[in-house]
């Protein structure tokens, strides 16, 4: 394979159309993400040249406008780095190491707003060491962004199918904060107000929250058996490994980690939603649950329940509907 | 690297959860689309492993309603099916083989069209024999549809970098079609409504044109120093190679082959746009144009033109501006 020094191909390239237009906004959005390393031929070809593996890892997310953001809330810069977080926490419940992705975005205009969204994006990425290889702006009425992540796996692949009779399912970190933030802010009555005050980390994992990248690569060396990120709910996505895996479950409800004041939420909001947490439930032999807890300190690690021969999902005994978050619903 | 049976990975899985909803819809969708070869693990977990190689081809490309398509012009299936396309004529342009995608897209509902934009995604996906290994849906107020797809070089990567003086700039196909078409539907007078009856070729090339895989790959292999695809226009996209390789272009406006109908159309509007086209722009030593004219047939290859040591874009010898598509002008 012969390819052409990348030196060559300079963004300068696109400064020859129409200045002010789509190729100066792609030339400036670049300007904030990192290129990464293993990068053969980044930005600005029909196509990115990356340095593969015998196997990768592909993912794809889309955030639109009003459905999974509002900008009253979120920055453009918050969005561009969720965007790009959705989408590690995908390559991370497989025990992956995110590397290159590429990002389709459609914007109302050519101004600040755009640049912000690179700038969020810029961010993650150079959290994840992660290189933006090429992408596609787009005039839209509201903002879409769509990444696709390329990522490595690691030593082992963890998917969701594998659990087994007697495996522990444990979840990383602290649950609920993102939905709550959320629900409070959408409320936004008094009380909703001053529980946001009071609990400043629920709208900062809504806005902010990091996928836990290091955390499935430390679960995949333990022995995990079966790996999903929290981005529907734990039930629901318990529900998946279930599924996948042909087993059932018992949750203990009273050791599901809640994150500080989302019990408050849910005690003013009695439907408040779920999901949105990107964290991670792995599914764990017993034996390997204090290893990897030590492993990812100081991430929490938690058992939240056992996988069970017997079909279902069953929360502190009594059968559980897998509820989650739905986009048709 | 361990993986799990893709047998366990079905998407009964996703069953489980609200039948009717999300997890219905993706359901749905996956049996209209082809799982392609070398998957090692596909839709239905958190990312899809694939069979990689030690250089791998990467890009995106969104189609936003309103913007790229109008639905009372093309049918979903005729989106699903260029959302595909318009990616692979990028891995053409290249000089690679497009081998998995990714497929972010938002619809209003859960209903009939998104259904049938994924029956004409497997159309385009069938006929490229690219595997579809991952997606995410979501709701939303317009239909918009995000594809990444991966591509295996072929023997040289061909970039837009690489053109040198005296090089021949060949074009495959006719150009102009998709525009005049779309152009002449918008315009909808009684003349253009003639047009398009006359010459169906227009309307035709919009809604269900065709990527260049083949053509990009024999071009590659036959000696093609520099490719771009049409998608911005012949003079914007030339544009591009002139800057990616420091050269200048001398054009032959009359050799420029116009598919039929295009002529008669521009006469009509005289402001009608251009690009759309996903045919390739080579430039070629020009001892080996005949070669690759034979290669690629029965499809036409011209030669429109000759690099220069001059910089700046000639078309019979008059400085011309490289007009194109811009999403933001």
């Known amino acids: 394979v012969r390819v052409i020094p990348r030196a060559r191909l300079a963004w ?3 400064r020859t159309v129409r200045p002010g237009g789509e190729f100066a906004l792609i030339e400036r959005l670049l300007a904030h993400v990192p290129s990464g390393s293993g990068v053969l031929v980044g930005p600005g070809d029909d196509a990115a040249v990356v340095t593969g593996a015998a196997r990768m890892l592909v993912t794809t997310d889309m955030l639109v406008e009003g459905r999974h953001f509002d900008l009253a809330l979120s920055s453009p810069a918050d969005v561009g780095y969720k965007a790009l977080m959705v989408n590690a926490s995908d390559v991370a419940a497989m025990g992956g190491v995110p590397r290159y992705a590429v990002v389709a975005a459609g914007v109302p205009d ?10 969020g994006l810029g961010e993650a990425a150079r959290e994840l060491d992660v290189g933006i290889v090429g992408g596609d702006t787009v005039a839209a009425p509201q903002v879409v962004i769509s990444i696709a992540l390329l990522g490595e796996p690691g030593e082992r692949i963890v998917t969701r199918a594998g659990a087994r009779p007697g495996d522990a399912l444990c979840v990383t970190g602290e649950l609920g904060a993102a939905a709550a933030g959320l629900g409070l802010w959408r409320a936004n ?3 909703a107000r001053e529980l946001l005050e009071r609990f400043p980390g629920l709208l900062r994992a809504h806005r902010h929250g990091r996928a836990r990248v290091r955390e499935g690569g430390a679960a995949a060396a333990t022995g995990a058996r ?3 990120d929290l981005s ?3 039930l629901a996505d318990a529900g998946h490994l279930c599924a996948a895996s042909g087993v059932g479950l018992d949750v203990d409800g009273g050791a599901i980690p809640l994150a500080p004041g989302v019990a408050e939420a849910r005690a003013l909001l ?4 779920t999901g949105d947490d990107y964290e991670l439930a792995i599914a764990l032999p017993p034996g390997r ?6 492993a990812i300190a100081p991430t929490p690690l938690t058992r939240v329940g056992t996988f069970t021969e017997q079909p279902g999902l069953r929360v502190d005994g009594s059968p559980a509907e897998p509820e989650g978050w739905d986009h048709f619903a």
């Open 270 to 273: 009695p439907r408040l939603g």
């Open 189 to 191: 009555t008094t009380e």
């Open 110 to 119: 050519a101004g600040e707003a755009a640049e912000q969204l690179a700038e």
């Open 289 to 294: 649950v204090e290893e990897l807890a030590g």
């Open 226 to 228: 079966a790996m999903i």
């Open 12 to 14: 300068r390239s696109v």
């Open 232 to 234: 529907d709910g734990l």
